[in-house]
């Protein structure tokens, strides 16, 4: 099983319409949770980071589930400038681990007029 | 500005040869980072430093090295022994402020190409 799995994609949706990425870890250790967004032949960009109790940000939700490890990212009101690949990314989780983060592969987003 | 440089932007590689990646940070940040990312592909850890003159294998460090003599710089060596070294190389770094993981913050990534 993949440290970090999430939904394989791609996602083609119209504009305006509301998608919803899902994203399984497999460490209960890990503490810290993000949405990375990367646009092709570029560097990831943080997105927004992902709280116990869900954190909202414009367009974008964020919710995390500990107890099903799971973390979901809603995104409403799509725009064209929204297609991208959204990186589900966690941290490895127990000591001495460095801060190392575990990316999922990524969920291509495209947006259609 | 404040952020990750990281240089050349391109790189062609003939097969047997060593390159070097740089990578520099003006953000005063403890940690740095390399990945590797393939089509399709998740990044992949290759090496992480948390402090001057030390640094940690990652998951993929066989054909690779890297130093950390200054905190601003992070340089990677992809050796011929990296058997397929093609792939796009991004560099990272954090700070480490003692609480929950920090953020990582990419640099712009180097686009190796073996010839």
């Known amino acids: 099983r993949k440290e970090v799995e999430q939904d394989p994609g791609p996602f083609n949706v119209p504009e305006g319409a509301t998608v919803a990425f899902n994203c399984t870890y497999s460490?209960?250790?890990?503490?810290?949770f993000f949405w990375y967004r990367q646009d092709c032949r570029k560097e990831p960009k943080l997105l927004m980071s992902?709280?116990?109790s869900g954190n909202e940000d414009g367009r974008f939700t964020a919710q995390l589930n500990r107890a099903s490890q799971y973390i979901s990212l809603l995104i409403r009101d799509s725009k064209l400038s929204d297609s991208a690949t959204y990186l589900c990314v966690v941290n490895k989780g127990g000591h001495n681990q460095g801060g190392k983060l575990i990316f999922g592969q990524g969920t291509e987003l495209s947006v259609k007029p | 500005d404040g952020g990750i440089t990281q240089s050349p932007k391109y790189l062609f590689r003939k097969e047997g040869q060593n390159v070097t990646l740089s990578c520099e940070q003006n953000?005063?940040?403890?940690?740095m980072y390399w990945y590797r990312q393939d089509p399709g592909q998740g990044l992949r850890l290759i090496y992480y430093s948390q402090i001057v003159n030390d640094f940690q294998k990652g998951d993929i460090a066989e054909g690779y090295s890297v130093s950390r003599e200054k905190k601003e710089s992070f340089p990677l060596t992809v050796t011929s022994a990296q058997k397929n070294p093609t792939a796009f190389y991004l560099c990272a770094s954090r700070a480490i402020t003692g609480t929950a993981v920090d953020t990582q913050y990419f640099g712009p990534g180097t686009r190796l190409t073996v010839l």
């Open positions: 460490n209960s250790a890990s503490q810290s």
């Open positions: 992902v709280y116990s």
């Open positions: 953000l005063n940040h403890d940690a």
